[in-house]
């Protein structure tokens, strides 16, 4: 950190207080880590339970036929995929932002007992202010994520089904505008044929 907060000083009750609130919130931090990596887990559960069945008859088939069943279940799941590759891929940046977020107050909780430790104790003002601004990140964290949620709540079904729509025409999109590359190479490819003839 460049800028110093002003007047902060490293003091025994800063650095104690600091030491004891830390951890709070490094806790705080490990179990939205773990409800995210349990929701990522469980939409790739859910993924493999739901495609395995239509997946496993691949060993079996020939190359062109494993393609063309790989084309169909893709066709078929696109949707559902794509959105929950979305959700995993919100919920996997959130828990990054948390594992941060515990990483920097298990710094700050060293840092404190480290200075605690030391005998001669510096009046260092560099270190009370990381210390400051990493705690109160993390404690404005862990204040807003649960109020986002909360506000959140009534939305997130109207934004799913929003993405679900706009993923369901972005592929119905691709299949027209395939189609018609196909048949414009299907007639360029007649009409080559007519006019060796």
Request: aromatic fraction near 6%.
């Amino acid at each position: 950190m460049t800028s110093r907060i002003s007047g902060v000083q490293m003091t025994e009750p800063f650095a104690t207080t600091t030491a004891a609130v830390a951890p709070v919130i490094l806790i705080a931090a490990a179990l939205e880590v773990t409800a995210y990596q349990r929701a990522i887990q469980g939409w790739v559960a859910h993924l493999v339970r739901e495609l395995e069945p239509e997946l496993m008859p691949l060993l079996d088939l020939s190359v062109d036929d494993r393609r063309a069943t790989i084309r169909r279940v893709v066709e078929t799941h696109a949707v559902g995929i794509g959105l929950g590759m979305m959700k995993v891929a919100v919920r996997w940046a959130a828990g990054f932002l948390w594992a941060a977020i515990m990483v920097a107050q298990a710094a700050v909780t060293i840092i404190c007992l480290a200075w605690l430790a030391d005998p001669k104790r510096p009046a260092d003002p560099g270190h009370a202010s990381a210390c400051l601004f990493v705690v109160g990140v993390g404690a404005v964290a862990v204040a807003s994520f649960p109020m986002y949620r909360l506000m959140n709540a009534p939305w997130m079904l109207v934004g799913e089904r929003v993405i679900e729509i706009q993923l369901r025409y972005r592929l119905a999109e691709a299949r027209r505008q395939a189609q018609q590359s196909d048949a414009t190479t299907t007639g360029s490819a007649d009409s080559t044929a007519a006019s060796a003839s």
